[in-house]
Nanobody
């Protein structure tokens, strides 16, 4: 089970830190991703971190502003979001996968959280 937290309402230029706590199994060997979905839009890739914490990637729209990290001892993944923009407003989901392949593809993930709302006001 994956449970996201840390969402909320923030002004443009502000910061939020999302957390994704895993329970029921150890996800240390899983690749972890963050996705987001705005109303009327498809779910889109935001960030990915492999089981090796040195492997991370980001969508171009968030590169340089967002940072993904993981704490294997706490079985938790984080998404630090800085310089937030109104277009970052969405429900943010974390996901876990045991396989390989296109990590930016929602279909490659085995587990999903319920999502946390992030709203950025202008």
């Amino acid at each position: 089970q994956l449970v996201e937290s840390g969402g909320g309402l923030v002004q443009a230029g502000g910061s939020l830190r999302l957390s994704c706590a895993a329970s029921g199994r150890t996800f240390s060997s899983y690749g972890m991703g963050w996705f987001r979905q705005a109303p009327g839009n498809e779910r889109e890739f935001v960030a990915f971190i492999g089981w090796s914490i040195s492997s991370a990637d980001y969508a171009d729209s968030v590169k340089g502003r967002f940072t993904i990290s993981r704490d294997t001892a706490k079985n938790t993944v984080y998404l630090q979001m800085n310089s937030l923009k109104p277009e970052d407003t969405a429900v943010y989901y974390c996901a876990a996968r045991s396989g390989s392949g296109r990590y930016y593809d929602t279909g490659s993930y085995d587990y999903w959280g319920q999502g946390t709302q992030v709203t950025v006001s202008s």
